[in-house]
């Protein structure tokens, strides 16, 4: 991930605002990059600049590490450095055209685990339908296992040593200016433009880490 440490600044998107029309429109992400994801940004830098300590940390570090900070600081690392990292993460996990079906090791992973990627995709529908409120659904590798998670808010798969492959933002900022509160129709959507590529880079990434340990 680029621009890793302080200060942080608000890479521009790997596409243009309207690449992911008519899936996501081009006015839901120019909000919801230059606004959304600048807002985390500049709240996280604002609580760094107040915490000179803090700023050689790696964003994932100040994610990771977020438990053992003063009280104080816990909960605004955690809303605002995840904030960060959920929505790069989510941003660079699209693309249009996408391959539309995964492939490589995920692809071989997603059958052996799930038995079918129309299975997978059913199961990782169910649980982005299941968030209650704002949060995310993942594809995480649990020490190469597949498996499907949510988390609330701006939590992380790291915070519970997982290895993120793929996210999807259930925020209602994320698709209620074309979606309305038809939460299943944004997801329906979001099948046509998942970067796949980026999925197994990822799954590739997380593999490696095991062997490294
Ligand atoms: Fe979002």
């Known amino acids: 991930m680029q621009n890793n440490y302080y200060p942080f600044v ?10 992911l029309e008519p ?9 919801h990059h230059d606004r959304h994801l600048q807002t985390y940004i ?17 964003l994932e570090q100040l994610i990771v590490n977020a438990s053992r900070l003063p009280k104080s ?43 079918s990627i129309e299975t997978f995709m059913g199961e990782f529908t169910k649980a982005a339908l ?23 808010n701006q939590n992380t798969p790291l915070e519970q040593r997982l290895c993120p492959i793929l996210n999807l933002d259930v925020w209602e900022h994320a698709y209620y200016l074309k979606h309305y509160n038809m939460r299943a129709d944004y997801i329906k959507d979001w099948h046509h433009i998942i970067n796949w590529d980026n999925a197994e880079k990822n799954y590739r990434n997380c593999l490696k880490e095991i062997s490294m340990r």
């Open 130 to 152: 299941s968030v209650f409120g704002s949060g995310y659904a993942w594809l995480v590798s649990d020490k190469g296992i597949l498996k499907i998670i949510t988390t609330r």
């Open 23 to 31: 899936y996501i429109d081009a006015k839901t992400m120019y909000l």
């Open 42 to 58: 500049d709240n996280l830098n604002e609580i760094l600049k107040e915490n000179p300590q803090l700023q050689n940390l790696s």
């Open 10 to 19: 608000n890479t521009p998107l790997p596409y243009g605002y309207d690449a």
């Open 73 to 115: 600081l816990q909960t605004s690392i955690r809303n605002n450095a995840g904030g960060v990292y959920n929505h790069r993460f989510f941003f660079e996990g699209l693309i249009n055209p996408s391959d539309k079906i995964p492939h490589g090791k995920i692809s071989e992973e997603i059958e052996k685990q799930f038995h």
